[in-house]
């Protein structure tokens, strides 16, 4: 009779060490899909926020490849944006190119910024925070990142920001 509890006993320990075993498995798989989910979208945000400092510096300090892109944008689209006549002083002129190019075919803007993944949004304010001017579309998605440059425009100092959104 003694054989046979020991049996019974060995039957029932299998059967704990087996449930604790897939609870572990359990466990350790939904712990792994979640870290993998956060850093797949800390991956995805730091590109954003990467693309968002290039972009956001690149219109504000540089004058566009071909320099004269918004004369010419009509006929041949950029290479590069830039919305600067000097470091940090915008030009209307490109500012009014770059609002009705991105009014027309902001598919052009995403390809001359390299953000086609990403819908981005600009706007330009006043010192008290009124938008002179703005387009693309407002920020509505998971993640965005909005980044802001204090810059020359009209002769007068006003806020640049530049956000890119998914």
């Not at 892109?69 to 590069?80: D, E, F, M, S």
């Not at 390809?111 to 009124?130: D, E, W």
Request: charged residues 15%.
């Amino acid at each position: 009779m003694s054989s046979q509890t020991k049996g019974q006993a060995a039957v029932t320990d299998l059967f704990i060490a087996i449930s604790v075993f897939i609870i572990l498995i359990t466990i350790t798989t939904l712990t792994w899909n979640l870290y993998n989910i956060r850093l797949t979208s800390r991956f995805d945000y730091d590109d954003m926020m990467l693309r968002g400092f290039q972009v956001s510096d690149l219109l504000v300090k540089s004058k566009g490849i071909p320099p004269d892109w918004h004369i010419t944008y009509n006929t041949a689209l950029p290479q590069v944006i830039g919305l600067a006549d000097n470091e940090r002083v915008l030009s209307p002129e490109k500012v009014d190119a770059f609002k009705a190019l991105s009014d027309s075919d902001p598919a052009a803007i995403k390809n001359a910024l390299n953000i086609n993944l990403y819908n981005y949004y600009f706007v330009i304010r006043n010192q008290t925070g009124v938008p002179l001017l703005n387009t693309g579309l407002f920020p509505s998605g998971k993640y965005a990142v909005n980044l802001a440059r204090i810059v020359s425009y009209n002769n007068q100092p006003v806020i640049m920001e530049f956000a890119i959104w998914k």
